[in-house]
């Protein structure tokens, strides 16, 4: 076989056009050894060696991916750019965040003026709902006199007292929301704080030692 591949070598010399190419070689699936001046379209499948015309191997050549490999390869190649990109953008916020809070006083600061706005709105709407409850008090003492039959209740002493349930619930919905916003808020603020901190240790340790 070596004889082979040495007489095979020394004839591509010759042939024109072959002196400073390449000979391509490779095994079939059939066992058959397989040489040209030209990849091989029988070995895309398997590994192709491609040699000097004096039989030095100048490089090997994988088998051409199958259409399910190359998508792999290309969802793999996707989310390692995502991810890169991921990481390029904490980092973004990251220094964007240590730029903005320099202390945990600042820090602080900013978290009691975010729960001050809120604690704000809903003393208003607190104050409105106690206006709806003075007002409710007021419609119940008009329906007194109709208090044993409240079919008898008069068409506009009905609607008011509609609308005034409808407000009071609307009331008690918006204040539920502004507790959620106040501890949806202190959840932001310790998160932050917690990344704060190691972003704060980070700058006060010395680059050699980190």
């Known amino acids: 076989m070596t004889q082979l591949l040495i007489g095979l070598l020394l004839a591509a010399v010759h042939l024109p056009g072959m002196g400073q190419g390449s000979i391509y070689t490779c095994t079939d699936n059939k066992g058959n050894r397989l040489t040209s001046d030209r990849p091989l379209r029988e070995c895309m499948d398997r ?8 039989g030095t191997l100048r490089r090997t ?6 259409a399910a490999e190359r998508a792999a390869e290309e969802e793999k190649a996707r989310k390692a750019t995502e991810e890169r990109e991921r990481q390029a953008e904490e980092k973004r916020r990251e220094r964007a965040l240590v730029a903005r809070y320099a ?23 607190q104050a409105r709902a106690t206006e709806l409850q003075a007002q409710r008090q ?49 959840q932001r603020f310790d998160d932050e704080l917690e990344q704060l901190r190691r972003l704060w240790a980070q700058q006060a340790t010395p680059a050699a030692v980190r």
Do not use: C, W
């Not at 590994?47 to 004096?54: A, N, Y």
């Not at 050549?61 to 199958?66: A, E, H, Y």
């Not at 202390?103 to 709407?125: G, I, M, N, Y």
């Open 103 to 125: 202390s945990r006083a600042e820090h602080d600061k900013e978290r009691a003026a975010a729960l001050q706005t809120v604690d704000a709105v809903a003393k208003s709407a």
């Open 61 to 66: 050549i994988p088998p051409t991916p199958t």
């Open 47 to 54: 590994e192709q060696r491609e040699l000097s015309p004096t």
């Open 138 to 186: 007021k419609l119940d003492e008009d329906t007194g006199f109709y208090r044993n039959d409240p079919a008898k209740y008069p068409a506009a002493l009905r609607r008011q007292l509609e609308e005034n349930d409808s407000n009071m619930a609307s009331q008690k919905r918006f204040l539920l929301q502004q507790d959620e916003e106040k501890k949806r808020i202190n």
